[in-house]
């Protein structure tokens, strides 16, 4: 039974991946290197595609980031994004180099006349584009007329940009509404659900370091999810981005809205606890972490929850003294010590893969 029931919205492609209308949910993530460093930029892409991610923004605020994005256009097939702030030019020269989809700032891209110009390139050449609302960055007349960011002043600014498009006859538009502050996140994209279908990027920008930013982004991102709101997102973390990618996807498999990788089920430990299982669990996160299988793996500590969560696991260990009960398919297949439990566990997982391929 699908216990999260999506919010329906129109779909858009970029690069022939499909955001929203009800198609699985991409993980983004953006370079951290200048874009005109094509050997560095280059490096980070194929980082951030083997950790899965499905659609990566690369800044271009200047000509020599728009030629490096046309260099890089040629040299990978991953969908990519050109963001853009300040100088419309950027947005017209980014289209010129082969981006896939335009994001635009509504506070900072300039006049209507500008906007306007950006969406005739962006259309003749078709492609989405993404008005990406930040709270931090909204037009001065906003914050002149409500006081300071608010859930109306966000959505305010998007729809104005919104109505811009409409005129065009232009409908291939994501919208995101981002803030720091993940209250005003949540309550911006619910607002703009109730008014609007276009599909949503969803982050909550600026959220910090990786344990904070990773909480951060899993309550406000997590709550709408939850909700059905939501068609692709960004984890914005102060780290690697590729740490960005697999905490969007640790998100989405929390919430049974993707499959990637293996999910591992681990108990808190207690003191019943007779093996080193934080220890265990620790080493068989970082052994699965680039294992891109459908897979759960359950590690318990003791016989209280151990034998029905291994069995109920793919692949499970329920530990007791120095050792436990390997579970397959809800069956025991064998015993295992504690210091060889996590070979054994890897290989059962080669087993597991033979199994379900035959
Ligand atoms: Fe404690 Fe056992 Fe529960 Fe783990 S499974 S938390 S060891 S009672």
């Known amino acids: 039974m699908k216990l999260i029931q999506r919010r329906h919205t129109r779909q858009v492609t970029v690069r022939g991946l499909p955001i929203g209308g009800g198609a699985p949910i991409p993980v983004q993530s953006m370079t951290t290197t200048r874009t005109g460093d094509v050997a560095a930029t280059m490096r980070e892409i194929e980082r951030l595609e083997v950790a899965g991610c499905q659609l990566v923004r690369l800044t271009v605020p200047d000509e020599a980031a728009a030629r490096g994005f046309a260099e890089i256009r040629k040299r990978t097939d991953l969908p990519l994004v050109a963001d853009i702030h300040f100088d419309y030019r950027m947005a017209l020269a980014a289209v010129d180099a082969g981006a896939d989809k335009i994001r635009i700032n509504p506070g900072n891209i300039g006049s209507r006349k500008r906007v306007r110009e950006v969406i005739a390139k962006v259309q003749s050449a078709g492609l989405p584009i993404r008005i990406g609302v930040n709270a931090g960055s909204l037009e001065q007349e906003l914050i ?6 608010t859930p109306e002043a966000m959505v305010e600014s998007a729809g104005k940009h919104i109505a811009i498009c409409r005129e065009h006859g232009f409908e291939d538009v994501v919208v995101s509404l981002k803030a720091s502050d993940v209250p005003l996140m949540i309550a911006a994209c619910r607002l703009f659900a109730e008014k609007y279908d276009y599909p949503q990027h969803l982050g909550v920008t600026e959220a910090g370091p990786t344990r904070t930013g990773t909480i951060k982004s899993a309550v406000g991102i997590g709550t709408l999810l939850a909700e059905g709101i939501g068609d692709t997102i960004r984890v914005s973390l102060t780290d690697d981005p590729v740490q960005e990618v697999k905490v969007g996807f640790e998100l989405l498999k929390s919430l049974g809205l993707a499959s990637r990788g293996v999910t591992i089920v681990s108990c808190p430990t207690c003191g019943r606890l007779e093996v080193d299982l934080i220890r265990i669990a620790g080493e068989v996160e970082k052994r699965l972490e680039m294992i891109n299988k459908t897979l759960t793996v359950a590690l318990m500590g003791c016989a209280v929850n151990g034998p029905g969560e ?22 025991k297949v064998g015993k295992v010590s504690e210091t060889g439990a996590v070979d054994r566990l890897m290989e059962e997982i080669e087993v597991f893969e033979e199994t379900n391929k035959a």
Do not use: Q, S, T, V
């Not at 291994?310 to 069956?331: E, H, M, T, V």
């Open 144 to 149: 002149e007329k409500y006081g300071y960011p």
């Open 310 to 331: 291994a069995a109920g696991a793919d692949i499970g260990i329920a530990f007791g003294k120095g050792g436990g009960l390997l579970y397959r398919n809800g069956k």
